[in-house]
């Protein structure tokens, strides 16, 4: 399996902790050799995308995906329409930066509410209701399955097979507008992990590695750079890749307790460093 090439890789900007303006972190990631940078949606002035754009284009990056969705379950029929019209907002944004898909972080539990599978419908809805959106701009929307210990306050998808039944409910013909970003943190523990990773294939759209943490002091801001925990990162990017996604590897760390305390330039080093010698 070849060594990975920085050029071919992405650092998603919550690595660096969102400390600067994203124009910086651009440039830093470009000075480190990285080629694609991944943006939240709190770095970006939707209502000017094009100003965050000129700033990623004058770095030399590309971009592979947009962060995140609005959670898309609420507690009445406003809040579900606020964030469906908060999610086009971003795919319209998306589609000025240059962003391929939108990471899709999907919701918990209504507020309230003990009903996952009512939860669940919530969500689904949400996305279907996008998709005129997405035809409009030509941006693709990735589901992200999350670790189940965010099932209640973070997301009802938990699984690379549940994402990927919810793209066959919401892409039926598989004209490919929904897919899954598979985030190594999330995804590793799953015993269906390689049949699951087999069966996205073309529905793959991102693929997002750090560590987790054998003596995880927060599930969910304490991440391990990649080689400081038990994931077997590089059998999971030979999967993701024999499945056929082409796509770059993305560093993706929230980490309060450590690297969001160093430098930033140290921390894009590291990262270089051990994508090479572990993915």
Known sequence: MEALNAKDCCINTATLGFREPLATSATRIADAGFGYITPWRQEVDEEHPELAAAALRSAGLQVAGYCRTMYFTAADAAGRQAAIASNAQALRAAAVLGAPCLVAVVGGLPPGSREIAGGRRQIIDGLAAL????????????????????????????????????????????????????????????????????????????????????????P???????????????????????????????????????WWQRDPEEVLAMCRQRLESYC
């Not at 099932?151 to 998808?157: E, N, T």
């Not at 801001?221 to 082409?246: T, W």
């Open 220 to 258: 969910l801001q304490d991440r391990g750079m990649m080689g400081d925990g038990v994931i077997d990162l590089r059998a999971m990017r030979a999967q993701v890749q024999g499945a056929g996604y082409l796509g770059p590897v993305e560093v993706e760390i929230f980490s309060r307790l450590d």
């Open 131 to 218: 998709l005129p959106v997405m035809r409009e701009t030509g941006v693709r929307i990735a589901l992200e399955p999350l670790h189940p210990v965010y099932a209640a306050d973070r997301s009802l998808l938990n699984t690379i097979d549940q994402a990927l039944d919810w793209c066959a409910e919401l892409d039926p013909s598989g004209e490919g507008w929904f897919g899954v970003a598979i985030d190594a943190y999330h995804t590793w523990w799953d015993p269906r992990l390689a049949a699951a990773t087999a069966r996205a294939g073309k529905r793959i759209m991102g693929f997002h590695v750090c560590d987790w943490r054998l003596d995880t002091r927060d």
